[in-house]
């Protein structure tokens, strides 16, 4: 937060969520103000690209690490790597951060009921950063997303 004006051109990141009944959800956004550049619309599709690549790798068994690996590994081949500094999700409920984790750090594996968001991020200092943000249960068979907001770019 701050006293800056938002620019036509930039990107703005959204993190949000809500309280019900002592649950907590959470969700990031990036949306594009005005008309964006070609690195907007390139990081973004990366960031995009690598969260639906990790959703759907989403499944009973697969540990934290290697959920983690799809993305990052995703976007260090787009060449932004050092650039994804954080993990790639974690567990939301009673706690907006919980376990289980998806990071390189977290070698649990993930079982039907677990909820965990996806959040593939790409920051470039100075210019511009994107995070996109869903919550996903993982099911006896894969996954269910959980969040519902349309993340495709509307950039112009």
């Known amino acids: 937060a701050s006293d800056k004006k938002i620019e036509s051109g930039e990107l703005v990141v959204f993190d949000f969520g809500a ?14 103000v005005g008309k964006t550049g070609a690195l907007e619309k390139e990081i973004y599709t990366i960031v995009y690209d690598a969260q639906r ?11 934290g690490k ?9 976007i260090t081949q787009a060449g932004y790597g050092k650039y994804f500094g954080h993990g790639l999700g974690h567990g ?11 990071s390189q750090l977290y070698p649990g594996v993930l079982e039907p009921g677990m909820m965990v968001t996806i959040e593939p991020g790409i920051y470039l200092p100075g210019k ?17 997303i959980l969040t ?8 112009k």
């Not at 409920?93 to 998806?102: D, F, S, T, V, W």
């Open 128 to 144: 511009l950063g994107v995070r996109l943000e869903d919550i996903v249960l993982v099911t006896d068979n894969g996954f269910e």
């Open 53 to 63: 690549k990790a959703i759907e790798a989403v499944r009973p068994g697969i540990t």
């Open 66 to 74: 290697q959920l983690d690996s799809v993305a990052r590994d995703y």
């Open 92 to 102: 939301v409920g009673l706690e907006i951060h919980e376990g289980p984790r998806a």
């Open 148 to 155: 519902t907001l349309d993340k495709k770019w509307k950039g």
């Open 19 to 32: 309280v019900l009944n002592g649950y907590n959800s959470d969700q990031t956004m990036t949306v594009p």
